[in-house]
């Protein structure tokens, strides 16, 4: 069956790097998404990788390893502002939900200043 | 810039009564998307739709029925409501399905069944 698995929390210190891990087991894979989640908010979408290898986005960074069903999100000069829930989120292939997006469920990353 | 509305924020039903999520964008998007989001869980997809007068069941989709009469609007109808759709429901939007263009979210409805 399809599957994600995220640690359910990290905690790291202000001004750190962390690192968030994702591995998937899925019967297709069209892409690897990152979201961030507030307290009480909604989901925002942070990067994507349809391909292997880093995609930076300012502090946020994005890795995908294909052949090691695998990624991680990494989070540089870590900001209060950065305490929030983190969800990765893969597009598996017909047998895993129609194409649709499969999500874990979710890291709760904590940051002591 | 609107982005995707969400109405009623918060909603509490009686067991057994009906009611309809109101979800509506602005930006042309022709997939949506309705989640659920419970407690220490990722989102559970319910209904989605990849275009006006396109729909499809998601993960969870019973106790709940959908329509997609225009691009902009998707509401979500609870049928009967139970107390295990106590969750809180998010409304989804993009320019596709894949996922590259990344999802936009409304501000989510919290719903309590009693």
């Known amino acids: 069956g399809q599957s994600l698995e995220q640690p359910s929390e990290v905690t790291a210190v202000e001004g750190a790097i962390v690192q968030i891990n994702c591995t998937y087991q899925t019967s297709g894979f069209y892409g690897l998404s990152w979201y961030q989640q507030h307290d009480g908010g909604a989901p925002t979408f942070l990067s994507y990788?349809?391909l292997d290898g880093l995609e930076e986005t300012g502090r946020f960074s994005s890795f995908l390893s294909r052949s090691d069903s695998y990624g991680y999100l990494l989070l540089q000069e870590l900001q209060m502002k950065d305490s929030a829930s983190y969800f990765c989120?893969?597009?598996?292939?017909?047998?895993?939900?129609?194409?649709?997006?499969?999500w874990g469920a979710g890291t709760k990353l904590i940051i002591k200043p | 810039n609107a982005g995707v509305t969400q109405t009623p924020k918060f909603q509490v039903l009686k067991t057994g009564q009906s009611m309809t999520l109101q979800c509506a964008q602005d930006m042309n998007h022709e997939y949506m998307s309705w989640y659920r989001q419970d407690p220490g869980m990722g989102l559970r997809l319910i209904h989605y739709?990849?275009?006006?007068?396109?729909?499809d069941q998601g993960e969870v989709p019973n106790g709940y029925n959908v329509s997609r009469s225009t691009t902009e609007d998707f509401p979500l109808r609870l049928l009967s409501a139970a107390p295990s759709q106590t969750s809180v429901y998010f409304c989804?939007?993009?320019?596709?399905?894949?996922?590259?263009?990344?999802?936009?979210f409304g501000s989510g409805t919290r719903l309590t069944v009693v």
């Open positions: 739709s990849v275009g006006a007068g396109i729909t």
């Open positions: 990788n349809g």
């Open positions: 989804a939007s993009s320019y596709s399905s894949t996922g590259g263009y990344g999802y936009t």
């Open positions: 989120a893969v597009r598996g292939g017909p047998m895993d939900s129609n194409y649709q997006l499969i």
